[in-house]
C-alpha cells in the first residue's frame, strides 16, 4: 500500500496562539472557501481558472 499523504483541511490552515491562520490565497472571483493553488510562478483557482502570477 501507498504512502498515506496528510490532506484534508489540515494543508489549508494552521493555528498559532490559539487562532487559525489561513495558508493559503482565497480566489478574488470564487470568494471564501475557494483556495488557490500554489505553483512556482504563479497562483491558480481550479473552480474557475483565475490565475494570478507572482512578481
Known amino acids: ?3 498515506k499523504k ?7 490552515y494552521k493555528i ?4 487559525t491562520v489561513k495558508l493559503r490565497h482565497i480566489c478574488s472571483r470564487c470568494g471564501k472557501g475557494f483556495f488557490m493553488a500554489q505553483h512556482k510562478d504563479r497562483r491558480s483557482c481550479g473552480k474557475c481558472g483565475l490565475t494570478e502570477f507572482n512578481q
Open 6 to 12: 496528510e490532506g484534508g483541511v489540515h494543508r489549508f
Open 1 to 3: 500500500m501507498a504512502d
Open 16 to 19: 498559532e496562539d490559539g487562532k
